[in-house]
């Protein structure tokens, strides 16, 4: 069994900064692929981002790209997004994941393991 706790969320201008980190437990997280996972107010969940159990491989979406990155730490068993450049269409309750797979893949599906969720709001 793996928790995942999200942590880093809050209120920012528009323009400004924020990262997120997301700390497991209960088991390693080697064989497992990451990422962050959003849900705006009336939206479905999307996909954010993702990274590889290695961490040599990272994926985005495309209204992400150039704005967030994400990268794990395997000795701490943690996982981050770093947020720059947030816009106002980015305020949504954000989730970490994990998958028993190697690659992430956007279908939420896929996903074992949720946090409970960081809020990130973005004002204009």
């Known amino acids: 069994q793996v928790q995942l706790v999200e942590s880093g969320g809050g209120l920012v201008q528009a323009g400004g900064s924020l990262r997120l980190s997301c700390a497991a437990s209960?088991?390693?997280?080697?064989?497992?692929?990451m990422a962050w996972i959003r849900q705006a107010p009336g939206k479905e969940r999307e996909f954010v981002a993702g990274?590889?159990?290695?961490?040599?491989?990272?994926y985005g979406a495309d209204s992400v790209k150039g704005r967030f990155t994400i990268s794990r730490d395997a000795a701490k068993n943690t996982m981050y997004l770093q947020m720059n450049s947030l816009e106002p269409e980015d305020t949504a309750v954000h989730y970490c994941?994990?998958?028993?797979?190697?690659?992430?893949?956007?279908?939420?599906?896929?996903?074992?393991?949720w946090g409970q969720g960081t809020q990130v709001t973005v004002s204009s």
């Open positions: 990274i590889s159990w290695s961490g040599d491989s990272t």
């Open positions: 209960g088991r390693t997280l080697r064989n497992y692929a």
């Open positions: 994941a994990a998958a028993a797979r190697e690659r992430p893949i956007s279908w939420l599906r896929a996903y074992d393991y």
